[in-house]
């Protein structure tokens, strides 16, 4: 139906959820969804569509870095009508006051260019979380006893980062978590008039090294998705 999803139209609900990878889309369509069945599996990037409290919902990988977000981010709006895109996934703690396990409500991310800096050019534009949803979402995460943080991020192009001077003026700024897609879904979303927001879970530190146990991963996944879910529907 699409270059990089084969779900026919009317497949994939207003509602999507976009985890990195896609076998955590599976896990989630298959923990938290009823009757989820698969609409894509094209070059492996599964999405599955069921409903939640009888809410139709589609969970769909996003893959990692914001040029894969973009493809399917597009994809899912322009040609299957998706109107609120919620980002789930882990991110690395910038500041001594951000803990591994938090979770991290994106208001908006800087970057030093996305996707769409062919059409921005000169412009430094700042994109923005749908505030319904990240007040929805900061209601369901405290509800759940999470320590919760709301504020700028950091949209990098790399894992691997090679500047560390960057990330000192990010920290001077108040940057409180580096991630590599939120910046493009806010900038799709503000462009196609849809909803936008990112969830994140701390999944390592870059100050002080600590990574988050991988038995502690699950659940901090499942947390994003229940925080994800009771924000779309509140
Ligand atoms: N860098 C970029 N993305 C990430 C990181 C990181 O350290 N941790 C989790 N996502």
New binding site residues.
């Given amino acids: 139906m699409t270059p990089h999803i084969s779900a026919k139209l009317g497949e994939i609900a207003e509602t999507v959820l976009l985890p990195g990878d896609p076998l955590r889309a599976k896990w989630a369509a298959e923990t938290f969804l009823d009757d989820a069945v698969c609409i894509n599996q094209v070059r492996g990037m599964l999405g599955f569509t069921g409903t939640w409290k009888g809410n139709p919902v589609t969970i769909h990988g996003s893959g990692m870095g914001m040029p894969s977000l973009s493809i399917y981010a597009n994809e899912l709006i322009s040609t299957y009508g998706a109107k609120t895109l919620i980002r789930i996934g882990?991110?690395?703690a910038m500041q001594e006051s951000v803990g591994i396990r938090d979770v991290i409500l994106a208001m908006t991310s800087t970057t030093l260019s996305t996707p769409s800096r062919g059409i921005m050019r000169e412009l430094n534009y700042a994109p923005c979380a749908d505030y319904g949803l990240l007040q929805a979402a900061h209601t369901s995460a405290a509800s759940k006893g999470s320590k919760i943080h709301v504020g700028g991020i950091y949209s990098?192009d790399v894992?691997y980062?090679e500047r560390p001077d960057l990330n000192e003026q990010m920290e001077r700024h108040g940057i409180l978590a580096?991630?590599?897609e939120a910046a493009e879904l806010y900038t799709l979303a503000a462009r196609h008039g849809c909803r936008a927001l990112a969830v994140l879970t701390v999944?390592?530190h870059?100050k002080t090294h600590e990574a988050l146990p991988a038995e502690d991963r699950e659940r901090s996944f499942g947390d994003m998705v229940e925080i994800a879910l009771e924000a779309a529907f509140r």
């Fill in positions: 882990s991110c690395g990098s894992f980062d580096v991630e590599m999944s390592d870059l």
